[in-house]
């Protein structure tokens, strides 16, 4: 894989020697040694030897994450083949003063997407603790489902897994979102969008009493406007919960969604329901009807 990835926020890079105060300091913090485990880096030599460990075995790959705003690492994303388990798995630490701002869902992500990209994997595991109940929101967030529960070093690790079919439907519903939220750094792109969809696309917008049917041009082109000409501003639409069901070439994806930001420069926030149905084709999964109706 990749030294370097970008997204709309980060950079992410491979880790390196001049990272060891960075590692000194994210190793130390309560969180990692609590969920992960005390690695005795007592000082920047130890850091030093850590990365050395890290770098010189092929089985793990550590990228640190960087904001792009000032470079600062905020924390690590990781995929690591464990002699333990059958196939690598996706990780993620955060400094706990970047906790909670979506880091790390968004480095997880960038991240799979290279995986599905560079490798051949055939599915992508994560691990946690039991009791890390913030590490399984995301792990969930990002689409995996618990597998099983092993023994490993006198812990007990819930095992959490993607398919490769799950993981590219996953894919498709994030960057279908993401199209959505405002970035400083990333120009809005409708291509990105169409990308995502079948040319037949049919959407509906219901509500109480009715409902509205949308083509693919009559749903993007105005979405594109507001988001374009500021009737939007600092607008971020995600998924809090979902469910995916996939049989064959076909799948239908249920999401519980959060939008919010400034329209017209009022603040508002609000939830609502989306339904996709998505098929296979030969240039990969695609949404081919979208059902949705906003909470009042």
Sequence with gaps: MQA???SSRLNLHKLAFDDQEFIFKLLNT???????????????EDAANYITKINTNPDYQYWVIRLKSNAEAVGLVTFIKRNYLEDADIGFALLPEFEAMGYAFEAAITILTAVLNETQVSCV????????????KL???LGLKFEKSIHEDQETLSVYKITNAALQIQLLITKFYNWFTSSDTLPLNKDELL???LPELSVFKVNATSSTHLNLDE????????LSDGTLTRFSEHEIAHTTKQIGAIAQRYSYYQKSGMHNGVAFKQYGHKLF???ETAQGWK???IVWQDEL
Aim: proline letters at 4%.
């Design 219 to 226: 749903f993007v082109t105005p979405r594109f406007q507001v």
């Design 287 to 289: 949404i081919a009807t």
């Design 195 to 197: 990308s995502c969809c």
């Design 30 to 44: 309560s969180g990692w040694i609590k969920n992960i485990g005390n690695r005795n880096i007592a000082n920047l």
């Design 125 to 136: 595991l994560a691990t946690t603790l039991p009791s890390n109940s913030a590490s399984i």
């Design 277 to 279: 149905n998505c098929i």
């Design 139 to 141: 792990i969930e967030r």
């Design 4 to 6: 370097h990835y970008s």
